[in-house]
C-alpha cells in the first residue's frame, strides 16, 4: 500500500525515484534508485573510441507520469479522480501549445473529426486480412475496404487485382512492401538511396537481406548513374528496389521511369520488384501536374502512403496497397503459416479506417487538389522569405519541405519542433502551416539570427554539400 | 465528376459496382466491374486438388462503403455531411449490437474513458524509442515511460535494466521479442509449441530463422517431453523459445519453470533466449496464486502483454519489456540502420499510452485482482452449467477461457462472435461478461440445440482429442 495521499498522488517522477510496491509484487530485490545514465555513453568510454557503441536503446527518465496504487478510500474522497483530471487538463494546455509551434514533421494538425467523437469508446479491431471474414464483429471493414478501393482506383490498379490493408504507419507499409518483395525474388538484393528513410535499411536487416546503398543527388534523389553500376556488380541475382516518392530530410521524389529504365535496359527486366515509399508525398503527387506519375500500370509491385501525415488522422497509420498475385506467392510453402493473414500486424486499430474513410469523402479529389496547391504556394513563399534574408535554402520542385541553415540555438529548434540533419533543418508545409504561422517563425528566427552571428565570431555553415552552392549563402558562396 | 446526386451519395456497394472517376485520375483504363471472385479457389482448380492454393490475400468485396467524390454544390447543401452523418448513426448503433453479443475475443468491452475524449483531436505520435528524446512535441512519452515503469516493476526489471514501448498489439511483441532473441542468437532455432499464435510462426517466416514445433499437452500447453527431444536433436545451435501465457484457443499457460529446467539440464544454460507471449494473460497471471510466476529473475529475455485485452483499450495495443543489454546487442554492427530506433515501428500511436496510464492509475493491482477472480469466478459458472448440460467443456486452472463443442450452426457462432477451431468453440471471460450476458447465452445455446439434434440423426461431435475423454460428453464418451 502506498503511503502518500492528497496532492502528492501522481507526480512527475524524477531520476529513477521508486515507489514502494504493495506487497503483493514481492518487491524486496527492487533496489534504491539508480541515476539516469549518461546521456552520452552508456556501456562504453566516452570519447575514448574504446568499446564505444551506437546504443540504440537506453532508459532516460526525464520526465514520466508514475502510476501509483489507488487509496482504498480512493473511490469515496475523489481525489483520485479529481488529481488526474488535472494532470490531463495541464497535458491538454502543453498539446494545444506543441500543436501551434510545429513545423518540422509532415503531420497535417488541421482537422476536425467532432462527427466521430461518438465512436471512440469502442474496441474496434479490424484483425487480420481485411478481405477475410472474421467472427469479431466490432470492426470496420466496410470502412476500410472502401479507403482501399479508393486508393487504388487512384494508382490504377483493378479491383479484383489488388490487394491491400490499412496499416499502423508508413513504416509498417515498407516493412511489407519489402517483404513482399523478398517473397517475390527470395534470392533478391535490396537497393534503396542513402537519403530512404530508417525504414528501409531496418527492413533489411530483419528480413537478412543483402542490402546495397545508392547515391543520391544534391536533390535528394536516387543517383540512377551510380544505381546501374550497382546493379551491374551484381547481375546474377534479382532487384527489390525502394523508390521514395519524398525523402524524410529533402522531400525529394525519385525519378520512378528513370528507375525502371535503367533497371530494363541493364537485363533485368521481369527481375525486379519496386515498393514505392510514399509515406510523405504519396497522396500529394497525384496532384502535381508534373510529378511522375506514380500508377500500377508501370510495372511496380507495391504502394505505401501515410494517413496520418498529408491525410491528417490524428493517430498514425497508412494505406499499403499491393498486386494480388504478390500476396498470393505469401502462401506457397506455408508450412508454419498456420493463418491466411497476410498482414504484418494482427489486430489493427479499427478507428484509422473511420478516419481516412471521413477525411476522404468529405475532401475528395478536389479537396485534396487544393490543398496541395496550398502547401507548394507556401513552401515556396516561405524558401523566397529564407533567401531573401540571406539563409541559405533549397525547395525541390515536386516538393513543400523546405531545407535550409540549421538554426544554431535548440531552445528554438526544439520550440519550433525542425527535424535537423548535420548543418541543415526542414520545415514541412502541410496543409495547417498558412501564411501567418510561417511569418510568425520566420519574425523570430530572424530576430534569433541576428544575435547569434552579431559578433562577428561565428558565422552561419556552408551547407553547399547539403543543398547546393547556388542555395548556400555562407561566407564562401555569398555572391 | 460523379453523376448521382443527394441520397445514392454513400452506398453499400455491392460486388464490384465501379464510379466513374473525376477526369484528372485517367480513368480510361479501368474497366468494368468484375464479379467478386469465388469464395473458395482463387487461381486454382475448386476441388479438383490441381493447383490448389492456400490463398492468404483475397479481395472479396462483401459490403462496403464506397467514397465518392463530392458535389461542387455540397458545401452549400450540406447534403454529403448529412449523408456521412447518417452512416455513421448507422454504424454506430451495429457497433452496439455487436458489442452486446460478444464473447468469443478477449476483448475487454467494459470502460469508461469519457474523461480523455478532449485528446481525441490531437495527432499524437511517440515516434521512435520512448527514451530517446524527439523534437517532435505533440507526443505522450511522459505517460508511455510511467506505464512502462509499472509493468517492469511487476515483472521486477530495474528500471535502468529494461527497455521497452508501448506496441499497437500483441503481435508487434512477439515480433519484437524474436526478433531480439534472433540479434542475441543469430544462430538460434525457435521452438514454439504448435498452439502458439500464429504471429510466432510468421516471424520465424519474417526472420528467416529455423522454427521447430513442439508438441502441446490436452490442456495446450507445452510438451516438455518433446520439447527435451527436440531439443537433443540441434544440440549445437542456441535456442530461441516463445512460452505461452495464455494459449490463443485453449487459454494454457506453459510451465515456465519446467522449459528453463527443460533447457538448463539438456546442455543450453546461457544458449537460450525465452520470449514469453503475455498477450492474453499476461496481465492476468500475476494475480492469480497458483500461477508460475513471470519475473525477470528468471533468465527470461522479453515480455509481451496486450493492452486492448484484460485491460480494455479501446484500440489495439500492447506493452513489450525486454532487457536493456540485449537492445544494446541490436546496435553492434548497424552498418545500415541509420537511427537508435529499436521499435518496429517508427510513428506510434500517442492515444494508446494515455487509456494505458489512466486504466492503470484508476483501477491500480487491487481493481485488476478483483477484475480477475470475477473473471476465473464466472467462467467456472459458464464451464459448470455447460458440463450440467450435457456439452463438453473444458477450463484451464489458469484461465478464464472455456473451450467447448463447436455449436453446429454457423449463425449462432457470428451472432455470438465465438472463435472456434475443428469441432471446439471458446468463449473468453473478460470483466465485461457478467453472469447475465452468459446466461442469457446458454439460454440460446440450449435452446438452439435443442433443435439441431432433436431428430436423433445427428450427435454433437466428439472431442476427446481437443479436451480429454473426461471433458467430452459425445455418445462415446458420455458416461
Redesign the interface.
Known amino acids: 500500500m502506498v503511503g502518500s495521499v492528497g496532492n502528492g498522488l501522481?507526480d512527475?517522477?524524477d531520476k529513477?525515484k521508486?515507489e514502494p510496491?504493495?506487497k503483493?509484487?514481492?518487491?524486496t530485490?527492487?533496489?534504491e534508485?539508480?541515476p539516469a545514465?549518461d546521456l552520452e555513453g552508456?556501456?562504453g568510454e566516452e570519447g575514448s573510441g574504446k568499446n564505444r557503441?551506437?546504443?540504440?536503446?537506453?532508459?532516460?527518465?526525464?520526465?514520466?507520469?508514475?502510476?501509483?496504487?489507488?487509496e482504498?478510500d480512493d473511490e469515496v474522497t475523489g481525489e483520485?479522480?479529481a488529481y488526474?483530471?488535472s494532470v490531463?487538463?495541464r497535458?491538454?494546455r502543453s498539446?494545444i501549445e506543441?500543436?501551434k509551434?510545429?513545423l518540422?514533421?509532415p503531420?497535417?494538425?488541421d482537422?476536425?473529426?467532432?462527427?466521430?467523437?461518438?465512436?471512440?469508446?469502442?474496441?474496434?479491431?479490424n484483425?487480420g486480412?481485411p478481405?477475410?471474414?472474421s467472427?469479431?464483429?466490432?470492426h470496420?471493414?466496410?470502412?476500410?475496404?472502401?479507403?482501399l478501393?479508393?486508393f487504388a482506383?487512384?494508382w490504377?490498379l483493378?479491383?479484383?487485382?489488388?490487394?491491400g490493408y490499412i496499416t499502423?504507419?508508413?513504416?509498417?507499409g515498407n516493412?511489407h512492401g519489402i517483404?513482399v518483395g523478398r517473397e517475390v525474388f527470395p534470392d533478391g538484393i535490396l537497393y534503396a538511396s542513402k537519403e530512404s528513410?530508417?525504414?528501409v535499411?531496418?527492413a533489411?536487416?530483419?528480413?537478412?537481406m543483402e542490402?546495397v546503398?545508392v547515391n543520391t543527388l544534391i536533390s535528394g534523389e536516387i543517383d540512377c548513374i551510380d544505381f546501374k553500376a550497382k546493379l551491374l556488380q551484381n547481375m546474377e541475382r534479382p532487384a527489390v528496389i525502394n523508390v521514395n516518392i519524398g525523402t524524410t530530410v529533402k522531400g525529394a521524389v525519385d525519378d520512378l521511369d528513370m528507375v525502371i529504365q535503367t533497371l530494363e535496359e541493364n537485363g533485368f527486366k521481369g527481375r525486379f520488384y519496386i515498393h514505392c515509399d510514399g509515406a510523405l508525398f504519396g497522396l500529394m503527387m497525384?496532384?502535381v501536374k508534373r510529378a511522375p506519375k506514380v500508377t500500377f500500370?508501370k510495372p511496380i509491385g507495391s504502394v505505401s502512403v501515410?494517413g496520418?501525415k498529408f491525410v491528417?488522422?490524428?493517430?498514425?497509420c497508412g494505406v499499403q496497397i499491393t498486386r494480388?498475385k504478390h500476396?498470393?506467392v505469401?502462401?506457397?510453402n506455408?508450412e508454419?503459416?498456420?493463418?491466411?493473414?497476410?498482414t504484418?500486424?494482427?489486430?489493427?486499430?479499427?478507428?484509422a479506417p473511420?478516419f481516412l474513410?471521413?477525411t476522404?469523402?468529405?475532401?475528395?479529389?478536389?479537396?485534396f487538389?487544393k490543398e496541395v496547391q496550398k502547401c507548394l504556394r507556401n513552401a515556396h513563399y516561405l524558401k523566397d522569405r529564407l533567401k531573401e534574408a540571406g539563409i541559405g535554402a533549397m525547395l525541390n520542385e515536386l516538393s513543400s519541405t523546405v531545407v535550409f541553415e540549421r538554426p544554431k540555438d535548440d531552445e528554438f529548434?526544439?520550440r519550433w519542433?525542425?527535424?535537423?540533419e548535420g548543418n541543415i533543418a526542414h520545415v514541412v508545409v502541410m496543409p495547417n502551416v498558412n501564411i501567418d504561422k510561417l511569418d510568425s517563425f520566420l519574425e523570430e528566427l530572424f530576430q534569433k539570427r541576428s544575435c547569434w552571428y552579431q559578433d562577428g565570431k561565428m558565422s552561419p555553415p556552408c551547407i553547399a554539400a547539403d543543398i547546393g552552392p547556388e542555395n548556400c549563402f555562407c561566407v564562401l558562396h555569398k555572391k
Open positions: 501522481m512527475l517522477c529513477g521508486v510496491l504493495p503483493e509484487f514481492d518487491p530485490d527492487i533496489v534508485p539508480v545514465l552508456v556501456g557503441e551506437i546504443v540504440l536503446g537506453r532508459n532516460v527518465h526525464t520526465m514520466c507520469f508514475t502510476i501509483k496504487e489507488p482504498v483520485r479522480e488526474m483530471a490531463l487538463a497535458y491538454r498539446l506543441r500543436t509551434h510545429h518540422g514533421y503531420y497535417n494538425l482537422f476536425d473529426y467532432g462527427a466521430l467523437a461518438q465512436l471512440q469508446h469502442f474496441s474496434i479491431n484483425l486480412d478481405f477475410i471474414e467472427n469479431y464483429g466490432v470496420s471493414r466496410q470502412f476500410e475496404v472502401g479507403v478501393d479508393w482506383r487512384l490504377e483493378e479491383k479484383n487485382e489488388y490487394w499502423n504507419c508508413g513504416t509498417e516493412l517483404l528513410h530508417y525504414s535499411f531496418k533489411a536487416r530483419m528480413y537478412r542490402c546503398k497525384p496532384f500500370k501515410s496520418h491528417g488522422c490524428p493517430m498514425p494480388l500476396i498470393n505469401l502462401s506457397s506455408v508454419y503459416l498456420a493463418s491466411r493473414d497476410a504484418i500486424m494482427g489486430s489493427r486499430n479499427g478507428h473511420i474513410w471521413y476522404l469523402n468529405r475532401k475528395g479529389y478536389r479537396g487538389q529548434v526544439r519542433q525542425l527535424a535537423c
